[in-house]
């Protein structure tokens, strides 16, 4: 533990945030940036999450192709080559930041593969830094590593906000295309794909969408604090649960500050079909160097500034109905 601390003291959460801000990509003209790294490590991210790579070696299984696949279509307007999997895996143990490594197989003999049966053959596993590996289990630090891939590589600056929001119709439609696969399939423990709906890269681009939709700021109280690209202090929330509705349109979104997410989640507070805040009148608060909630009740929620992007009030009725309590 003591060598463990000491490295983690050098190589932290900052310092592997930067890394992956900082990958080395082929940048094109005519394609822009090829986002093979970051896609890569995002599902990597994901399958050590879901406990898919439980120890540190990353096998070029069929898991992490697949899930890699998925992004990659998800996430880019491309059709998957083997390429687009096997150099990333090669390559990114050429980056500045030394986080990646491989372990070669005896029949390695030099040269970069780029099909997947001759990754398979030249290297029996990839792994990261220990102390990554050990961040990425850690659910704070995982979503922090995840949001600087996300607003540094899925970011068209031009457009920012089409470009999110079609990523995140993307998500949405592809959760749509497993309502007909059987509940044996989506509630299996041993197939990455019926982890797609509680997927922590969707959650990025939802969260990403709802936030930058709010200019960053609280739709209860306003608050705007940001620190960095990918730091900031709100979420994107769902208003229906997602765990039970699947719903991850932008109109079940709403941007509130950590203190008021936890509120809503809990029905501490709603909103109605003017779009006033309505408060529980059971409260008691003690609230010193801040506004009470309490004080909110009957104003207007901050919205977008597109009306196009309002909450749904049909969302909102169920908040209402079944979170809130008066």
Known sequence: MIKYYNSLREHNLAYYCNCFSKLKV???QKKGDALNKPVLILSVIELISKEFIKNNQISISDDLIE???TYWELTTNNSFKGSDFALPF???KNEKCKFWHLQYSSEYDGGRPQTIPKLREDVNYAYLDDELFILIQDDLYRRELIDAIVSSWFSDEENILEYIININEKFQNENF?????????LNSESHPKRSLRSTLIRNAFFRKSIVHIYDYKCAFCGLRVTKAANQNIVDGAHIKPFAQFYDSRIHNGIALCKNHHWAFDRGWFTADEQYKIVVSKELKEISPHAKPMKVFHGESLLLPAKEQYFPELEALQWHRQNIFQG
């Open 90 to 92: 090669f390559h990114l």
């Open 177 to 185: 295309k497993y309502e007909t696969v059987s509940k044996d399939f």
């Open 67 to 69: 899930t890699f696949k």
């Open 26 to 28: 082929y940048k094109s």
